[in-house]
């Protein structure tokens, strides 16, 4: 099985990789469009901003390749909110595979969001095994609104899509790279698609 990081102008890379040969997988990092068209499943992680990281994937014609992608696709944190419609991080067009809205937490806690929370509402195959209010890892000032599509909700400030699903797109704001075995559990999860 081949499984391809998108490699674009965001961070957090590197724990993804690790993530994948923990789970026996040696992924190949690339912003090349063939191979990831050519790859069995597809990782979009990231941190970092919407508008720059919007702007590296178009100047490389990746935003094309990437919302018209047939496999399975992993969106990771950036990778989520980017697959929206649109971000209020500096007014940014997302790749709208996602008729989602991503917002700006209101400071009525700390932001940006970082730490352990539940995830609940748990729906679909990334989340087999998998027992609602487990907990995950979350490091982000933006969220994605709940909507028709969410495949988990977690709550800080307001409830918000924590997990989001669409034919092959899955997309999770938390980090499961980071999360435990409860992350491991999804990342194999998806792994098994």
Known sequence: MTVAIVKYNAGNVRSVVFAMKRLGVDPVWTDDPDELERADKVIFPGVGEAGSAMRYLSERGLDDVISNLKQPVLGICLGLQLLCESSEENDTAGLGV????????????????IGWNAISELRGPLFNGVSDG?????????????????????????????AVCKGNFFAVQFHPEKSGPVGGRILGNFLAL
């Not at 996602?98 to 932001?111: D, G, I, Q, S, T």
């Open 98 to 113: 996602f008729p989602y809205e991503v917002k700006r937490f209101e400071p009525k806690l700390k932001v940006p969001h």
């Open 134 to 162: 487990s907990f995950a890892y979350f490091v982000h000032s933006y969220y994605a609104v709940t909507g028709d599509l969410d495949a988990a909700e977690t709550d800080y400030v307001t409830p918000f899509a924590s």
